[in-house]
């Protein structure tokens, strides 16, 4: 399989060279020449298959020669090893739960599956590899996790001051070994702009071998394909298609799912579910994506105002924006809304949701609304716990702790507080 860039001004790669690029030169995102075509047993005999063997047919024919099939079903079998079990929350509503992995978000399937494709393409490597990433969250936590004790690969997280959850937080600072989180003095977007000129830095670039982390990479992209199969393998009633919706920021996840429906997995309709930060919902309407500053809200991991996988979304229906419309809605949910989803949903369900899960209910009940007799999917990005204020401010309850958070909850914390300006982090990569 050979990826070009969106943006056409940059030659075609492999799928080795598109994942330790992240980004292509030209700045584009590289996207598949070819959509595989399913094989029709995997998707007719999908519940006598196995989750790995589901997961390895799915990404082999994007990776093609670039990893020895015995190892990528490694990667694979590692990618997925905790359960993603699809939950009934009402007689039309399931919960596909993303957050039993190390994390706890499901960032972690696409960060455990590209730091183990990049520690394969770069075990050889005589200079060490630096990945950089910025956070304003989850991403950190799925990162440092995935590459904890890669050999040959430092981490370098940097995060906003005071502004993670706690529980987030303690994910970046308390690994150690080659995991380091530096403390920026600043917002998200400083962070960001840090690593930005980092990578445009051409003395650093030439001292440090230096790659990125960041959700546009196609090796944290595509294993994203995976838990919508899993899903389909764990729906009921296969003649009855489920409508799947995804709690939206920079589109990475739905995009995934859009790619999997394009190549043959069954999906009655997709819907982009999103906080006030809905630049997509408008395009459905008016058909020109206008970008807009980030609004913060209580699903922050979705504050994202030019959401970076929209061209990929495009690129998938050819630029043909009716079957867009024919396959994607979009909802837009307040923070009132989401309070108020959560605490409803605990009341009448027992189930209790996390503010991404509660925009994704939400969404998805709007428009089963329109359509009575369809059932849906929606995907729980995140466990609760991880935004226990607005969670605890619904049902006037607390959060249960994870037992698989139990440990961490009580490490000590170490970061290096840094100043939201370029030349400290040149300093700090440079030490
Ligand atoms: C990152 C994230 C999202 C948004 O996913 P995208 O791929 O950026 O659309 C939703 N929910 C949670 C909990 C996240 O961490």
Known sequence: MKYFSTNK?????????????????????????????LEKKL????????????AYRVIK?????????????????????????????????????LFHGPTLAFKDIGARFMSRCLGYFLKDNTKKVTVLVATSGDTGGAVAHGFYDVEGIDVVILYPSGKVSPVQEKQLTTLGRNIHALEVDGTFDDCQ???????????LNKKLF?????????????????????????????????VVCVPSGNFGNICAGLLANKSGLPV??????????????DYLELGVLQPKPAQPTLSNAMDVGNPSNFVRILEIFQHQFSNLKDKLSSFCITDDETIQTIERVY????????????VGFLS?????????????????????????????????EEVPIPASLGTILNADKTSTKTKNEYPALRDYLLR
């Open 347 to 358: 009341k009448e369900h027992q189930y209790l949701l996390d503010p991404h899960g509660a």
């Open 43 to 54: 998707v007719d005999g999908i519940e006598k298959l196995s989750n790995e063997e589901i």
């Open 210 to 242: 230096l790659t990125s982390a960041n959700s546009i990479n196609i090796a944290r992209w595509l294993p994203q394909q995976f838990y919508y199969f899993f899903a389909y393998k764990q729906w009921a009633d296969k003649t009855q298609l489920p």
């Open 9 to 37: 001004q940059s030659p075609v790669v492999d799928f080795r060279e598109a994942a330790i690029n992240g980004l292509a030169p030209d700045k584009g995102l590289y996207f598949p020449e070819r959509i595989p075509v």
């Open 61 to 97: 024919p994007f990776i093609g020669d670039g990893i020895p099939d015995e190892k990528l079903y490694q990667i694979v079998s590692e990618t997925i090893e905790f359960p993603m079990p699809l939950v009934e929350v009402n007689a039309s509503i399931f919960a596909l739960e």
């Open 193 to 203: 702009q840090m690593v930005k000129q980092a990578f445009a830095d051409p003395t």
């Open 268 to 281: 009655d309709h997709f819907i982009a579910a999103c906080n006030i930060n809905d630049v997509v919902g």
């Open 364 to 396: 998805l009940e709007r428009y089963l609304d329109n359509y009575p007799g369809k059932k849906g999917i929606f995907l729980e990005t995140a466990h609760p716990v991880k935004f226990p204020d607005a969670v605890e401010q619904a049902t006037g």
